[in-house]
């Protein structure tokens, strides 16, 4: 019952977005409807994805830059030594 009544909710929310656009821009109904149905879909799948392969990269690439950019940091009171041909400096303390 509940997805029924979601399911209707939401027809009831793209068909009046589709009928409040066509008449603020003066064009028929049926010319927006694909517009209008293509993104509601976009939308809506975005919004209720669990995640998948793209939110698992973005996480991962983010959670790369974090640790870099931590490692990059000296700690507070901490001596900074690292050899000449070394890039990456990890501080330590005494």
Do not use: H
Request: with cysteine; proline share 3%.
């Amino acid at each position: 019952m509940k997805k029924l009544l979601s399911g209707l909710i939401t027809l009831i929310a793209i068909l009046s977005i589709n009928w409040l656009t066509s008449f603020l821009f003066s064009v028929a109904f049926i010319e927006l409807s694909f517009l209008i149905e293509l993104a509601a879909v976009i939308l809506i799948g975005w919004f209720t994805s669990s995640g998948g392969f793209s939110s698992d990269a973005v996480r991962m690439q983010t959670q790369g830059k974090l640790v870099f950019e931590w490692k990059q940091k000296p700690a507070a009171g901490s001596d900074l030594r690292c050899p000449s041909s070394q890039r990456l400096c990890i501080p330590f303390s005494l």
